[in-house]
């Protein structure tokens, strides 16, 4: 018998008390959308927890969501404390993707958190970046 490892219900009952305080620092995002197009569309959300994922296009979590009379409302849960970034665009013919020009500007409503701009470009993490903390946030972004 081994005495220096507890029970298994007193093992979940050590690990749930660990991760409480992880839990209580964790905070909810709020994105507001406005700008889409005054048809029915989709609109893509993805969020990003670092330049290199942002970068790589390999989000932490994604969310789609119906745009109605141009606007959207939604949330991520449970998010750490850190830097997160926000791409969305409208999918305003339904293909699943945001189509560009022949020289690869979007030719569907875009855009990023803190309403950032790239220049022949998306943004770099830096400029879209928003500070969450054990405080939920609220956000806004304007698609163009």
């Known amino acids: 018998m081994n005495f220096l490892l507890p ?12 991760l409480s305080p992880l839990a209580a620092l964790a905070a909810d995002l ?14 893509y959300v993805a969020l990003y927890d670092s330049a290199a994922a942002f970068a790589g ?10 745009l109605r ?19 969305v665009f409208a999918d305003e013919n339904g293909n699943g993707k945001l189509d560009t020009n022949l020289v690869g500007m979007p030719i569907e409503r ?4 803190n309403d950032a701009k790239g220049n022949r470009g998306a ?5 879209a970046a928003l500070n969450v903390e054990s405080a939920d ?8």
């Open 69 to 87: 009379a141009g606007a959207a409302q939604l949330r991520f849960n449970g998010l750490a404390p850190g830097r997160y970034a926000l791409r």
């Open 137 to 144: 946030l609220q956000t806004a972004i304007q698609l163009r």
């Open 57 to 66: 296009g390999k989000s932490l979590a994604a969310q789609t969501v119906p």
């Open 123 to 127: 943004p770099d993490f830096e400029a």
């Open 30 to 43: 709020s994105l507001n959308v406005a700008g889409g197009p005054a048809t029915e569309a989709t609109l």
């Open 110 to 113: 875009y855009g990023f958190s």
């Open 7 to 18: 029970r298994p219900g007193v093992r979940a009952l050590c690990a749930a008390a660990l």
